[in-house]
């Protein structure tokens, strides 16, 4: 097996790997498992969840790398697969919802802390209940809407990145995100 070299384009390294050569994958790993790894824990808030939904979305890149074919970027490729294995792992969370029974990590120990004072109580209320109704609309939209929706959240891509994520045209896009935000708007009113 051949070594690559760290300054090979993401094209070459990805001609190389569908060759099985495992250094090649290895570099396109350390290129952008940082990336993908933030794209699934902004989806699934939850640094084991998203460890998964990584671990997941590479196998799918391992085993499916000759279907990649090179119309986006390989990291685009990627941030599709991660952000759809992501979401399946929420889904299966919906499904079978699980009780934790390790000692929870530092960013679930946020909701223990105490409030500041300067603040007014009654704001950080109302602002809590803002973003979780907003949460649950979001959830109630469509497959489509909402991953478009997602995708621009997780991501705050620009429409067409968006569009680039999703699989469809900017035009698609565009209308679907302005279909979300009406329902969304209803929705809260």
Not at 18 to 36: D, G, K, M
Not at 97 to 117: L, R
Request: with cysteine; net charge positive.
């Amino acid at each position: 097996m051949e070594l690559v070299a760290p300054a090979a384009t993401d094209e070459v390294l990805v001609a190389a790997a569908r060759l099985r050569n495992h250094h090649a994958f290895v570099e396109l790993w350390t290129r952008h498992s940082r990336t993908a790894f933030n794209v699934a824990y902004r989806i699934t808030r939850n640094r084991d969840d998203a460890e998964d939904a990584i671990q997941d979305a590479w196998m799918e890149a391992y085993m499916h790398l000759d279907t990649f074919d090179g119309r986006a970027k390989f990291s685009t490729w990627l941030t599709r697969i991660a952000i759809n294995s992501s979401l399946m792992i929420l889904r299966r969370k919906r499904a079978r919802p699980e009780t934790s029974m390790e000692i929870p990590d530092d960013d679930t120990w946020k909701h223990w802390e105490i409030a500041d004072q300067t603040k007014n109580v009654e704001e950080l209320y109302a602002r809590h209940e803002r973003v979780e109704l907003l949460r649950r609309a979001i959830c109630c939209l469509s497959p489509t809407l909402r991953n478009v929706v997602e995708i621009h959240q997780s991501n705050d891509s620009s429409v067409k990145e968006v569009a680039e994520l999703a699989g469809i045209s900017v035009a698609a896009t565009k209308s679907r995100l302005l279909r979300a935000r009406k329902i969304l708007r209803e929705a809260l009113k």
